[in-house]
C-alpha cells in the first residue's frame, strides 16, 4: 500500500512542478507587462475637461458634414467634430510636424 501511495505522489510531482512554473512565469510576466505600460505611458496630471476641451478658433462648419476640428487642409485630419487627426489627436494643429496639405482630386462624371 505504501508503495501506492509513493508512485502516486511522485506521478503528481511533474504536474505540481510545472504548475509552480506557470503561475510564477504569469506573475513575472504581468509585472514586467506593468512596468513597460508606466515607463513607457508615465501619467501626466491633467487639468478637467482638458481632454474635452475645444477651442472655437479650431472648429469649422462644413455644409452637409457639420463641424470639424483642427486644420481641414491637412491630409491627416479625421474630418471629425471630436478627434483633429490621427497622428497628433490632441493637438494643437499649429505648428504641427506631421502636416502634409490635402491633394484635393475633383471628381467629374468621367470619374464616377
Known amino acids: 500500500m505504501l508503495k501506492t501511495l509513493l508512485v502516486i505522489a511522485i506521478g503528481f510531482l ?5 504548475l509552480w ?4 512565469n504569469k506573475a513575472r510576466t504581468r509585472a514586467l507587462l506593468r512596468r513597460a505600460a508606466v515607463t513607457s505611458f508615465p501619467r501626466q496630471p491633467r487639468s478637467q475637461n482638458q481632454h474635452h476641451r475645444i477651442d472655437n478658433q479650431d472648429r469649422y462648419y462644413l ?26 489627436p490632441s493637438g494643437p494643429c499649429d505648428g504641427c510636424r506631421f502636416y502634409q496639405e490635402r491633394n484635393v482630386v475633383a471628381r467629374t462624371k468621367h470619374h464616377i
Open 14 to 18: 511533474p504536474s505540481l512542478f510545472s
Open 21 to 24: 512554473l506557470m503561475r510564477k
Open 63 to 88: 455644409e452637409g458634414v457639420g463641424y470639424l476640428v483642427g486644420d481641414i487642409s491637412c491630409e491627416y485630419n479625421a474630418r471629425s467634430g471630436y478627434i483633429r487627426c490621427a497622428v497628433n
